[in-house]
């Protein structure tokens, strides 16, 4: 039996209606082209507690800390951005939202 194709669109809402999930997205350098989906669509209020772009890299390093090879699309990068974010929401919400299944995005470009 084959599951019916959705548009990023409904996969959007259908996650911006679903209470239980509550999170961040973090993008460096392209801009925050896959939280727009989650804004446009609407209902995100109930879904994203944050949203980030760091397009200056001493910014970004300032939050991240450095690569050690200077790179910042590497998976090294990727897991820093998740680990910081992920960690920033069970300190600042867990208490307040002790059921929530808290989720973190990130991506860099």
């Not at 082209?33 to 109930?46: D, K, L, M, P, S």
């Not at 949203?51 to 910014?59: E, I, N």
């Not at 690569?67 to 307040?96: F, I, W």
């Amino acid at each position: 039996m084959s599951r019916p194709f959705l548009e990023t669109e409904q996969k959007a809402l259908e996650i911006n209606l679903d209470d239980d999930i509550y999170g961040s997205f973090a993008e460096i350098g392209a801009g925050q082209e896959v939280a727009r989906h989650f804004f446009q669509v609407g209902a995100a209020a109930g879904t994203i507690a944050k949203t980030m772009s760091a397009y200056d890299k001493v910014v970004s390093d300032n939050i991240y800390g450095q690569e050690a090879k200077g790179r910042y699309v590497c998976e090294s990068r990727l897991y820093k951005m998740l680990d910081h974010e992920y960690a920033l929401m069970q300190s600042r919400l867990r208490t307040d939202r002790p059921d929530t299944n808290f989720f973190v995005f990130a991506d860099t470009v």
